[in-house]
Each structure stands twice: as structure tokens, then as C-alpha cells.
């Protein structure tokens, strides 16, 4: 049974088809081990998708920036700890870590870390609500961010190094009916050079979403190379193809294997 004590805390089981070409869990399985757990907590929390959707609201998530140190293999147990940490302007705060199995140790070691923006949305307006009526209830733990993130303006790639077409499939969507979160994500990773991939694992991951994709829409994944050190790093820009809407803009840091 996971814990919840301003903090939930659930455990996951790395399953073959959750893993890479390295046989590690993929950055799209993490994400989604968080959102999973993100879920539960806040139906525990009494703030689920469900008692939203009875007052016509829905949860959409803004931002997320997730930071990889180590990826679990097949087999291995990842725990996820996340929890409310606040309330920035419209948005809810959510923290999350992600811990890796230690045979014989006393504690997990972190081996990854985020913290995301989520808003309420009118669903037949399409707009922002105000998120504190609906959390007044709702306590952030006393304990320390996982990723201090003031969740600063993205900026779109100036100039475009490599493109790359996506058609919106049906089961690419989720209970809202447009393309889920963790796609976003798998197509982003997608637009990075073969070599880069071979070469490097991805380090962190910041995402801002503005706007929804549905079935029958095309995302084109803009990217520009941007140099980090020793390490290339990338700027993303996901736009529909149909109206040149922005969609996602995303930056994406990577190291060596």
C-alpha cells in the first residue's frame, strides 16, 4: 500500500517493454512512473482527474523538468516520491524523486529528480482557473524542493539543425483526448541524431506545453544543436503542421554513456 502522508510514495517494477535498446528504463517509463503516482496522490488528496471532471475541470500539466542520474534496468524496482510543494501564480507545484534499488542499504539512493506545473482548466472554455478554491485543503509537506525551478519563458530554436513528422495516432491520446504528455516527451528524444543517442544518455529534460495536439494533427520536431560543455544539448520546438501553432517547447541535455 503506498504511503501518504503529505508525500506518496509507490513502487514500480522496470518490465521489459519499458526499456531501451540498453535494456534501462527509458526517460517516457520514468515519466510515466511519476505520473502515475502523481495521479493516485491526488485522488488520496480528494483532487483527482474524476472530481475534477464533475465540475467540468480537468488537471493539464504546464511544465516539467526531470533530472536523470542513473537509469534502472530491467527487473530493478524504481520508488517514486512525489508531493504538492506550492502554488506558483495559476499554477500547482508538484516535486517528485525517483529511487533506486540498493541490496542491502538502509535507504535508496536518488538517481532522479523534477518538479512539474500543473493547471485547472475550464474544459468547455479551454482556460485556466484560478487552482487555490480547488487546494485549500491540500498541504505541502514540510521538506525540501527536489528541483528549485522558477519555470522562467522558453524561447523556440532560432535556427533549425533537424525536422522530424509525427501524426497524432488514437493511441497517442489520453483521457482528455489530445496527445498525452509522455508522447511529447518519445518524440523529442525522437528528434535527436542517431549518433547523439548511441553515444550519450539524456541528463535532464525541460518541457513548457502551450497547446494541445489531437487525433488527425501532424507535430513537426523542430531541433537545434546548442553546445553544453563537452556534451551537446538541444532546444526543441513541437508545432502542429497544420496552422504552425506552437505545441511544446522543450530543452534536452545529454552525457556521455
Known sequence: MPEHNGTWTDTFRVRAYETDVYGVAS???????????????????????????????????????????????????????????????????????????????TERPVIGRGTSAWLIVDIARKRPVRATPYLHDVKPPDRARALNDPFDKMTAPQTIDYELDFRVRYSDLDVNRHVNNVCYAEWIVESVPEDVLHACRLQAL???????????????????????????????RLARRQDDRDVVLARTRWVMR
Open 27 to 105: 526517460v517516457q517509463t520514468l515519466c510515466n512512473y511519476f505520473q502515475e503516482a502523481a495521479g493516485w496522490h491526488a485522488r488520496a488528496l480528494g483532487v483527482s482527474m474524476e472530481a475534477l471532471q464533475a465540475q467540468r475541470l480537468t488537471w493539464v500539466l504546464a511544465r516539467l523538468h526531470v533530472q536523470i542520474d542513473a537509469y534502472p534496468a530491467w527487473g530493478q524496482e524504481v520508488v517514486v516520491e512525489t508531493w504538492p510543494s506550492g502554488i506558483q501564480g495559476p499554477y500547482a507545484t508538484r516535486d517528485f524523486l525517483f529511487l533506486g534499488a540498493a541490496p542491502g542499504a
Open 206 to 236: 525541460e518541457i513548457q506545453f502551450r497547446a494541445e495536439a489531437t487525433l488527425g494533427h501532424t507535430v513537426v520536431v523542430q531541433t537545434r544543436y546548442d553546445a553544453h560543455g563537452n556534451a551537446p544539448a538541444f532546444t526543441h
